[in-house]
């Protein structure tokens, strides 16, 4: 498998503009979690689903965000406005669901993370 | 309700031994590390469940104290690949989220 992936890499744009970041998650992974990682305030958990569905959006900072995940292999995250505080890196990381005969939790493989400047 | 990791950071020797905390002031259900190299993403290591169930890294190991409510990752006889920085992640309730620790930067030299 691919593992996740993210797109773009990179991304410059100026204030006000929207953004959106899109993720494609390890095929069969019941999970999908958003993070944004800063110098400041470290990793934190944005939002996540499990089989689509938003479970818990507690870690969106503002209005401005927002996120999809219209079928099991994407999801996006969008910024509209985007100011230059959004400026981070945002990864995208995939897990299975916890098994019954297995493990009670399993690992969360991230994307290589989509670098966002916001000018 | 951010875990405290100590150290802050630790430069080492390849083949030295090193032991990283990670501490909560709430009751965990669950404890998670992942090692992040500069420029890239996070990559597991260990989880560590309430109740002893453990899942992990073939050469690296890990302690889980419920009444502490702390966890400890060693590295034993580290190799320039094990450089990076160390996250902890935390959950309380069995709930997926995680809160994550501010980071272990570990530099190893050879």
């Known amino acids: 498998d691919a593992g996740v992936i993210q797109s773009p890499r990179h991304e410059v744009t100026e204030m006000g503009q929207e953004v959106t970041l899109r993720c494609k998650p390890i095929s069969g992974h019941d999970y999908l979690f958003w993070y944004r990682q800063t110098m400041m305030r470290g990793l934190e958990l944005l939002i996540y689903f499990n089989n689509n569905v938003p479970i818990d959006d507690s870690g969106m900072p503002e209005d401005r965000f927002s996120a999809k995940m219209p079928n099991a292999s994407f999801s996006t995250l969008k910024i509209q406005p985007s100011e230059p505080r959004d400026s981070a890196v945002y990864f995208c990381?995939?897990?299975?669901?916890?098994?019954?005969?297995?493990?009670?939790?399993?690992?969360?493989?991230f994307g290589p993370g989509t670098r966002l400047t916001v000018l | 309700q951010q875990p405290v990791q100590s150290p802050q950071a630790v430069i080492l020797r390849e083949g030295e031994d090193a032991v990283i905390n990670c501490s909560s002031s709430?009751?965990?259900?669950?404890v998670h590390w992942y090692r992040q190299k500069h420029g890239e993403a996070p990559v597991f290591l260990m989880i560590?469940?309430?109740g002893g169930e453990q899942k992990g890294h073939e050469k690296i190991s890990a302690s889980f104290n419920e009444k502490k409510q702390q966890s400890s990752l060693y590295l034993t006889a580290s190799q320039l690949s094990y450089s990076g920085t160390y996250f902890c992640g935390t959950e309380f309730d069995s709930n997926y989220q995680l809160i994550w620790g501010a980071g272990t930067k570990l530099i190893i030299k050879p």
């Open positions: 990381a995939s897990s299975l669901a916890p098994g019954l005969a297995g493990p009670s939790y399993n690992e969360q493989f």
């Open positions: 709430k009751a965990l259900y669950s």
């Open positions: 560590l469940l309430k």
